[in-house]
C-alpha cells in the first residue's frame, strides 16, 4: 500500500507543472459526479408511484391531501404537480394561469437539474488539452537537454519525454470518466423530462375533468362584440351628403 502510494507521489512529481492544475480538474469533476448523481436519483426515485397517488387524491376531492403527497416528495414532477395543484384548490383560475404556472416551475426545476453538467463538459474537453499542453512542454525540454549537451543521449531525453507521456495519460484518465458521467447524466434528465410532462399533463387533464363536474371554474376570455364586429358608428362618424 505504501509502495503505491510513494510510486503515485513519484509520478505526479515527475508529471511536472501541468499535473497540478490537472488534479484540480479532477477533483472538481468528482464533486460535481458525486452531488448530480445524488440529487437526480432523489428526482426520479419516486415519480411514478407519485403519479400515481397524486391523480387519485385530486380525483377523488381531497386536493389537499394531494398537495400534502406532493409537497413531501423531492422533485422535478412533484413541484409541477404542486404548482397547478395550489392553483386548483382555489375553485377558480384563470385559463392561462395554470399552463403558464406549471412550464414556469418546470423551466425553473429543468435549470436546476442541469446545473453543473457545464463544469463536466468543460473538464472532459480541457483536460485532455492540459495533456497536450504538458507534452508539448515535454518535448520542448527533451530538445533543449539535446541542445545543451549537443549530442543525442537517450538519457538525456528520458526526462522530458516521460513529462509528456504522464501528462498525456493523466489528461485522457481524466476526460474519459468525466464524458462518460456526462452522457449519463444527459440521459438521466431526459428521462426525468419526461416525467416532469407527464406531471404537466395529468394536471392539465384534471384541471379539464374537474371542470366538466362543476367542481372548478376555468375563466376564460371574452371576446368583445365590438372587434368582432369590425368599425362601428362609435369608431367612424358618419358623414351627411350634402344636399
Given at each position: 500500500m505504501g509502495g503505491s502510494q510513494y510510486e503515485l507521489l513519484t509520478l505526479f512529481a515527475d508529471g511536472g507543472a501541468m499535473m497540478y492544475p490537472l488534479v484540480l480538474c479532477s477533483l472538481i469533476a468528482l464533486g460535481v459526479i458525486i452531488a448530480k448523481a445524488w440529487t437526480l436519483w432523489l428526482a426520479h426515485k419516486s415519480a411514478k408511484r407519485l403519479?400515481?397517488?397524486?391523480?387519485?387524491?385530486?380525483?377523488?376531492?381531497?386536493?389537499?391531501?394531494?398537495?400534502?403527497?406532493?409537497?413531501?416528495?423531492?422533485?422535478p414532477t412533484a413541484a409541477i404537480l404542486l404548482a397547478g395543484l395550489k392553483r386548483i384548490r382555489l375553485g377558480t383560475v384563470n385559463e392561462a394561469e395554470l399552463p403558464?404556472?406549471?412550464?414556469?416551475?418546470?423551466?425553473?426545476?429543468?435549470?436546476?437539474?442541469?446545473?453543473?453538467?457545464?463544469?463536466?463538459?468543460?473538464?472532459?474537453?480541457?483536460?485532455?488539452?492540459?495533456?497536450?499542453?504538458?507534452?508539448?512542454?515535454?518535448?520542448?525540454?527533451?530538445?533543449?537537454?539535446?541542445e545543451a549537451a549537443n549530442t543525442v543521449d537517450?538519457?538525456?531525453?528520458?526526462?522530458?519525454?516521460?513529462?509528456?507521456?504522464?501528462?498525456?495519460?493523466?489528461?485522457?484518465?481524466?476526460?474519459?470518466?468525466?464524458?462518460?458521467?456526462?452522457?449519463?447524466?444527459?440521459?438521466?434528465?431526459?428521462?426525468?423530462?419526461?416525467?416532469?410532462?407527464?406531471?404537466?399533463?395529468?394536471?392539465?387533464?384534471?384541471?379539464?375533468?374537474?371542470?366538466?363536474?362543476?367542481k372548478l371554474i376555468i375563466v376564460r376570455k371574452e371576446i368583445k362584440r365590438r372587434e368582432l364586429s369590425g368599425v362601428g358608428s362609435a369608431s367612424a362618424p358618419l358623414v351627411k351628403d350634402p344636399e
Amino acid at each position: 500500500m505504501g509502495g503505491s502510494q510513494y510510486e503515485l507521489l513519484t509520478l505526479f512529481a515527475d508529471g511536472g507543472a501541468m499535473m497540478y492544475p490537472l488534479v484540480l480538474c479532477s477533483l472538481i469533476a468528482l464533486g460535481v459526479i458525486i452531488a448530480k448523481a445524488w440529487t437526480l436519483w432523489l428526482a426520479h426515485k419516486s415519480a411514478k408511484r407519485l403519479l400515481a397517488d397524486v391523480e387519485e387524491a385530486a380525483r377523488a376531492g381531497r386536493i389537499d391531501e394531494a398537495i400534502q403527497i406532493a409537497s413531501d416528495t423531492p422533485g422535478p414532477t412533484a413541484a409541477i404537480l404542486l404548482a397547478g395543484l395550489k392553483r386548483i384548490r382555489l375553485g377558480t383560475v384563470n385559463e392561462a394561469e395554470l399552463p403558464r404556472a406549471v412550464s414556469t416551475t418546470g423551466a425553473i426545476e429543468l435549470g436546476f437539474l442541469e446545473r453543473g453538467l457545464v463544469i463536466l463538459a468543460t473538464v472532459a474537453n480541457v483536460a485532455p488539452l492540459m495533456g497536450f499542453l504538458g507534452t508539448v512542454a515535454g518535448m520542448i525540454i527533451a530538445f533543449a537537454a539535446i541542445e545543451a549537451a549537443n549530442t543525442v543521449d537517450p538519457a538525456l531525453v528520458a526526462g522530458g519525454i516521460k513529462v509528456a507521456l504522464l501528462t498525456t495519460a493523466t489528461g485522457l484518465a481524466i476526460a474519459i470518466p468525466v464524458n462518460i458521467g456526462y452522457n449519463y447524466f444527459v440521459t438521466r434528465i431526459d428521462s426525468l423530462i419526461l416525467d416532469m410532462e407527464q406531471g404537466t399533463q395529468q394536471i392539465l387533464n384534471l384541471a379539464w375533468d374537474m371542470e366538466k363536474e362543476g367542481k372548478l371554474i376555468i375563466v376564460r376570455k371574452e371576446i368583445k362584440r365590438r372587434e368582432l364586429s369590425g368599425v362601428g358608428s362609435a369608431s367612424a362618424p358618419l358623414v351627411k351628403d350634402p344636399e
